[in-house]
């Protein structure tokens, strides 16, 4: 959830359209997979589902958009992003706080495996904690559940207040992907490990950042 600078709440959600009892049995299923919404509230009490929404574009699963996060430029624009199993992060753009979005497309400064990325401005910088290869090409071993690993995972830095990470950045013509790459920063390059699910936490002088780690075992979740 983000707090905008009009001190809106946004919270982005991938909409799977089910619900379950307390006995977990289904009450409720809706073909809704591959959707994000984004709910707001502007008291954080009373809560409601912005018009716009998000769709993937692919009807299999197996590209299923997932786990979004929003991040407000300081122009007002809003950027999403969300995981996928198609290699990259996706995103799209709002520039009227999230009542329309365009359409989502390849993220190529963000090449993924289907796993999280973290954004989140630190004083001057953005700052954007993702897995960069989107399979682990050195080792044939897979998570636990059959994906693959989650290695290695670095930290991309912009001083552009997000502009050059999202879709509206420079393109990599001319050098673009070359000076977009001085400024990632590797934090685990063991390709026999996975790492994932970062949180960003702003200090004083810099900031933090901590994550997952599979420590030896085929479960990334630890």
């Given at each position: 959830a983000?707090v905008?600078?009009?001190?809106?709440?946004?919270?982005p959600?991938?909409?799977?359209g089910?619900?379950?009892?307390?006995?977990g049995?289904?009450?409720?299923?809706?073909?809704h997979?591959?959707?994000?919404?984004?709910?707001?509230?502007?008291?954080g009490?009373?809560?409601g589902i912005l018009?716009?929404?998000v769709?993937s574009?692919?009807?299999?699963?197996?590209g299923n958009?997932a786990?979004?996060?929003?991040?407000?430029?300081?122009?007002g624009?809003l950027?999403m992003?969300?995981r996928?199993?198609m290699g990259h992060q996706y995103?799209t753009l709002?520039s009227?706080?999230?009542?329309?979005?365009?359409s989502?497309?390849?993220n190529?400064r963000?090449?993924?495996?289907?796993s999280p990325?973290?954004?989140k401005?630190?004083?001057?910088l953005t700052?954007a904690?993702?897995n960069?290869?989107?399979?682990?090409p050195?080792?044939?071993?897979?998570?636990l559940?059959?994906?693959?690993?989650?290695?290695?995972?670095a930290?991309?830095l912009s001083?552009?207040?997000g502009v050059?990470l999202?879709?509206?950045?420079?393109?990599f013509v001319n050098?673009?992907?070359k000076?977009?790459?001085k400024?990632?920063y590797?934090?685990?390059?063991?390709?026999?490990?996975s790492?994932?699910?970062?949180?960003v936490i702003?200090?004083?002088?810099?900031?933090?950042?901590?994550?997952?780690?599979s420590?030896?075992t085929?479960?990334c979740l630890?």
């Amino acid at each position: 959830a983000v707090v905008t600078k009009s001190g809106r709440l946004l919270w982005p959600m991938s909409y799977h359209g089910e619900r379950y009892d307390f006995n977990g049995k289904c009450t409720l299923k809706i073909n809704h997979t591959n959707e994000m919404i984004v709910l707001y509230s502007d008291d954080g009490v009373n809560w409601g589902i912005l018009p716009g929404r998000v769709k993937s574009p692919f009807a299999s699963t197996a590209g299923n958009f997932a786990e979004p996060g929003v991040y407000e430029h300081e122009d007002g624009k809003l950027w999403m992003w969300m995981r996928t199993g198609m290699g990259h992060q996706y995103d799209t753009l709002s520039s009227d706080g999230g009542e329309t979005w365009l359409s989502p497309e390849p993220n190529l400064r963000f090449p993924s495996p289907d796993s999280p990325m973290r954004v989140k401005k630190i004083g001057d910088l953005t700052a954007a904690v993702f897995n960069p290869v989107p399979y682990n090409p050195l080792r044939s071993d897979t998570e636990l559940w059959q994906s693959p690993k989650r290695t290695p995972i670095a930290c991309a830095l912009s001083a552009d207040d997000g502009v050059s990470l999202n879709r509206r950045g420079v393109s990599f013509v001319n050098g673009g992907l070359k000076e977009y790459g001085k400024h990632v920063y590797l934090f685990e390059d063991d390709t026999s490990e996975s790492y994932c699910y970062p949180a960003v936490i702003g200090t004083k002088d810099g900031f933090l950042v901590s994550y997952y780690n599979s420590a030896g075992t085929a479960a990334c979740l630890r």
